[in-house]
T-cell receptor
């Protein structure tokens, strides 16, 4: 297992288009997280799944954003009608449910909305 | 609301000199504090967490609840310590959400 993977690594799109990102967590990790990171800032929490259940969504996640984890394994993050302000690095992380819940991060998907 | 402040955006030290990265937090609950590091062209990874009370790569950090601080220290910086460092906080009970500071870029010069 090579860790958390994300696809694509880079995405350039035009304003108004829809984009979808995929995250594959470390196998047997039941927790999955999405964060967004803009230039000069630390990652900001977006949403969290425990198995297939989405348990919390940040206020940052507007109605244009939707995340799923249909079988409790990989997850997708979709942004509809992209805006220039959506340009950022989107990070995925996973962890197990044990006592030491270290979050392991993926390499991120860098989105540029033109 | 939980907030993490890293007052230094950039920190430059000479090899062999001590380095200290400041982190202050505000949170009314029971916090759990972390330091994450991102080396050039690598992904974000956990460096250490306060409950482990470990020294990782020569780094230590002490949680000071009175001063609401979790500063990261290393007595003798090495060139391979050059990286971006993020302080992060989560609630001990609702531990799924990390709140990160803005990060400090550390450059260790030969």
């Amino acid at each position: 297992d090579t860790g958390v993977s994300q696809d694509p690594r880079h995405k350039i799109t035009k304003r108004g288009q829809n984009v979808t990102f995929r995250c594959d967590p470390i196998s047997e990790h039941n927790r999955l997280y999405w964060y967004r990171q803009t230039l000069g800032q630390g990652p900001e929490f977006l949403t969290y799944f425990q198995n297939e259940a989405q348990l919390e969504k940040s206020r940052l996640l507007s109605d244009r954003f939707s995340a799923e984890r249909p079988k409790g394994s990989f997850s997708t993050l979709e942004i509809q009608r992209t805006e220039q302000g959506d340009s950022a690095m989107y990070l995925c992380a996973s962890s197990n449910g044990g006592w030491v819940k270290t979050q392991y991060f993926g390499p991120g998907t860098r989105l540029l909305v033109l | 609301a939980q907030r993490v402040t890293q007052p230094e955006k950039l920190l430059s030290v000479f090899k062999g000199a001590p380095v200290e990265l400041k982190c202050n937090y505000s949170y009314s609950g029971s916090p759990e504090l972390f330091w994450y590091v991102q080396y050039s062209r690598q992904r974000l990874q956990l460096l250490l967490r306060h409950i482990s009370r470990e020294s990782i790569k020569g780094f230590t950090a002490d949680l000071n609840k009175g001063e609401t601080s979790f500063h990261l220290k290393k007595p003798f910086a090495q060139e391979e310590d050059s990286a971006m460092y993020y302080c992060a906080l989560s609630d001990s009970f609702n531990d799924y959400k990390l709140s990160f500071g803005a990060g400090t870029t550390v450059t260790v010069r030969a």
